[in-house]
């Protein structure tokens, strides 16, 4: 467990990049052998503006880095956080790090946009995909990129987590965002044995269901124990998931690159689509 912190300490950018690419290729592949749906779509064509956001989170996340290693740094100097109230084995302190770092920077930063309406406009240009796939994980609006990082960064300050973790936790919430929104249908049981553990791609695109209550559970990235804890679960048969959100129905202007950037600074209308009892 120490050579992985270490590791993680001072990984080098093309490996951070690789893990980036790996996982979107792999899954890509695998989503062409066994999709949960057929793919009538352009698939190049529809991941393009989702490209498109995922060098802009890469930006946003690179020009701030400084911000996340140097809180990093000075909770290590300054034995400040709270995971370092308490003595523990190296193995605990890690999967306790990558654990709250989840909640805070991943679980609480969603459960927050979907309850505060600015933000949860900017988050619309997420739900706003009509074909979720691996190239979903990534579509997020350069000023949810920016609000993501505030949660990770006010995470690392809280917990106290050293740099290593920090570096592990976010690899990890890449390649596992990466899975879960992948076009790919896993056996049955398999997705729901392993989503006591981890969010399966099924578990997450009853999140990407357009209507409410769905629309409003399911908010888990990393580890699905959050949602079945806090009461944010929910299920639904994959035949009845229909992707995409009510605000904006247009599915070819949520493909077009200039109206996703705009999404967020449309006047809010109420949906006239009602909520619906699961």
């Not at 052998?33 to 989702?50: D, E, F, G, I, M």
């Not at 917990?159 to 920090?166: A, E, Q």
């Not at 729901?192 to 990235?221: A, C, E, Q, R």
């Amino acid at each position: 467990m120490e050579y992985i912190v270490q590791y993680f300490e001072t990984i080098p950018s093309l490996h951070r990049s690789i893990i980036l690419v790996g996982g979107i290729t792999l899954f890509w592949l695998i989503e062409g052998l066994v999709p949960t749906r057929s793919l009538h779509y352009k698939k190049w064509r529809h991941a393009w503006p989702n490209f498109f956001f995922t060098a802009t989170s890469v930006l946003v996340n690179f020009f701030l880095s400084f911000l996340l290693l140097n809180t990093a740094d000075w909770t290590q100097a300054n034995a400040f956080g709270l995971l370092q109230m308490f003595a523990v084995p190296s193995w605990l302190y890690v999967v306790l790090g990558v654990l709250l770092l989840d909640f805070i920077g991943a679980y609480l930063a969603h459960w927050v946009e979907h309850r505060i309406k600015p933000l949860w406009m900017v988050h619309l240009v997420h739900h706003s995909d009509h074909h979720v796939d691996t190239t979903t994980a990534n579509r997020h609006h350069p000023l949810e990129s920016l609000v993501r990082f505030i949660f990770t960064l006010l995470a690392v300050f809280l917990l106290g987590t050293p740099i290593g973790v920090v570096m592990l936790y976010q690899s990890l919430s890449v390649v596992l965002s990466q899975f879960n929104h992948a076009n790919i249908k896993l056996p049955n049981k398999l997705d729901l044995w392993l989503s006591y553990v981890l969010v399966t791609p099924h578990m997450h695109k009853v999140h990407h269901h357009y209507i409410l209550p769905y629309t409003d559970s399911n908010f888990g990235n990393i580890f699905a124990l959050w949602d079945r804890l806090l009461g944010t679960y929910k299920n639904l048969a994959a035949s009845e998931i229909v992707y995409g959100v009510d605000f904006f129905p247009n599915e070819a202007e949520n493909s077009r690159l200039g109206s996703l950037l705009k999404q967020p600074f449309q006047p809010y209308q109420k949906p006239s689509i009602k909520y619906i009892n699961p």
